[in-house]
């Protein structure tokens, strides 16, 4: 049984949590959890599931992936609307790496069903 936590920081094993949202197993129920997915995904280097979580209006060529990058730690700061029977959320985050931080507001919606990243905000 694989135990490697979960880069997201929810304290659980990668393959129960952020693990299955990127094998297709399980879809994010709520803005937060896509978001958590999307930062495991960048630490993982998951370019296609990066891609696939990508609102199709706002999607580009390539998510940017640098596989040199090692993504150290994801705080929440703040989250507005995106829960289960909603179609829309922000989620605000900072993101840690070597060498920097990223900060952003992310607004995030459903588009056939699914949560997706939007854009940017701010």
């Known amino acids: 049984m694989n135990t490697k936590l979960c880069p997201c920081g929810t304290g659980r094993s990668y393959v129960d949590c952020c693990g299955a949202l990127h ?3 399980r879809k994010a129920a709520t803005a937060e959890q896509l978001m958590r997915s999307r930062y495991s995904a960048f630490a993982v280097s998951d370019e ?24 150290l730690k994801l705080e929440i700061l703040a989250t ?5 029977l ?16 990223v900060h952003e507001r992310s607004r995030f919606v459903r588009e056939n069903g699914q949560w997706v990243y939007a854009e940017g905000l701010e």
């Open 86 to 101: 909603q179609n829309e959320g922000v989620v605000e985050f900072r993101a840690h790496y070597v060498g920097g931080v």
């Open 48 to 71: 296609d599931y990066l891609l696939r979580t990508w609102a199709a209006k706002h999607r580009p060529s390539s998510a940017g992936i640098d596989s040199t990058d090692r993504w």
């Open 80 to 84: 507005e609307n995106g829960g289960l």
């Open 23 to 25: 094998s297709g197993a």
